[in-house]
């Protein structure tokens, strides 16, 4: 599923939309994920703690942009030049200066303006709920 991010104020939920443009969800500022039925289905804590619906860890963004799953093992890794990288150092997209986000093969998916680029890449790449 592509996702598109679009962001307002920064302490206002900022909506998530797919493709077509609908709405699927929103992030609150303090890293709260809901649905489109506004129920929470994770959150991202400021110590880049991932967590779904039940509040499981399931994940970790670390200082560096690497990402962890719940066994702590990397999966991933934002470059900080908003590269995107799996577990085997492949590059499966990038996030850029300007918030487009694009896949390996450089086509756009979406945008995350307005939001740190891990979170940006754990909706986009790693499937973190």
């Known amino acids: ?6 962001f307002v104020a920064v302490v206002e939920a900022q909506t998530i939309r797919n493709a077509s443009n609908a709405q699927v969800g929103k992030i609150e500022s ?8 506004n129920a929470q289905i994770g959150k991202i804590e400021s110590d880049g703690v ?15 942009g690497t990402i962890r799953d719940r066994s702590n093992s990397q999966i991933g890794k934002v470059e900080s030049d908003g590269t995107v990288r799996d577990r085997s150092n492949a ?3 990038k996030i850029e200066s300007g918030g487009t986000v ?5 086509s756009t ?8 680029k891990e979170w940006a890449a754990v909706f986009f790449f790693f499937d973190f709920h």
Not at 50 to 64: A, C, F, L, V, Y
Not at 102 to 106: A, G, I, M, V
Not at 109 to 116: D, L
């Open 50 to 64: 991932i967590r779904n619906r039940s509040n499981t860890q399931i994940g970790k963004i670390e200082n560096d």
């Open 1 to 6: 599923m592509v996702l598109i991010l679009s």
């Open 91 to 93: 590059q499966i997209g």
């Open 109 to 116: 998916m979406g945008s995350a303006s307005g939001v740190k």
């Open 30 to 37: 303090d890293g709260t994920v809901r649905n489109s039925s």
């Open 102 to 106: 694009r896949d390996r093969f450089n």
